[in-house]
């Protein structure tokens, strides 16, 4: 029985093991490495209690302005993905999931919406189901804080990624994250969570 509960601040050391346990196939591969190998748990804890870590995160109306959500399988936790409230900023101020700058290119329009990241699922516990759950979970979030749109980012080395997440109805946006000395990294996408059809 798969269950999904948000994460508490108790929770950080568990969303970092989990994290890391998940991403170790990527160690040495990304290029440049994921930035979840430099996290420190008070890191993580920031940003489960309701701080996303940078000045373009947005709570309202008191509600944190970032958090995670946990999937566990039996009572063992499978799987984890991290969230937060962001705004388009007038001139390239988006900030990525580590807090590193990323520069976009055509932007949506839409102000606020939930940029999810740091999707995790344990490799024993893939293709179960779990990580289209985590998400489905992030997409009703959006709808009760009442934004129209989830983000990610994928990497571009990592196109079995995006296949996933076109399946769960994302698409590319046009935009592509860079980061200086390496070029274009990830490719962002997005889904309208306002639309019946969506």
């Not at 799987?79 to 949506?108: K, M, Y």
Request: proline letters at 5%; a positive charge.
């Amino acid at each position: 029985m798969l269950e999904l509960r948000q994460a508490t601040p108790a929770d950080a050391p568990l969303v970092l093991a989990l994290t890391l346990a998940a991403y170790e196939e990527y160690r040495g591969v990304l290029v440049p490495e994921s930035g979840v190998f430099a996290e420190i748990v008070a890191g993580v804890r920031r940003h489960l209690q309701g701080d996303a870590g940078h000045s373009r995160a947005t709570g309202g109306g008191g509600e944190p302005a970032s958090g995670a959500v946990l999937a566990l399988l039996d009572g063992q936790a499978v799987g984890c993905a991290r969230w937060s409230v962001q705004t388009d900023e007038p001139e390239g101020g988006l900030r990525g999931a580590a807090d590193a700058p990323v520069t976009r290119g055509a932007r949506a329009q839409g102000g606020a919406y939930l940029y999810v990241g740091r999707v995790a699922v344990l490799p024993a516990h893939r293709r179960r189901g779990v990580a289209t759950a985590l998400m489905t979970w992030c997409e009703r979030l959006a709808q009760r804080r009442g934004l129209h749109e989830v983000r990610l980012g994928v990497r571009l080395t990592l196109p079995r990624n995006e296949i996933f997440y076109e399946r769960l109805g994302y698409r590319r946006t046009g935009e592509l994250e860079t980061r200086a000395g390496y070029g274009p990294i990830a490719r962002w996408m997005a889904k309208r969570v306002d639309d019946p059809a969506s």
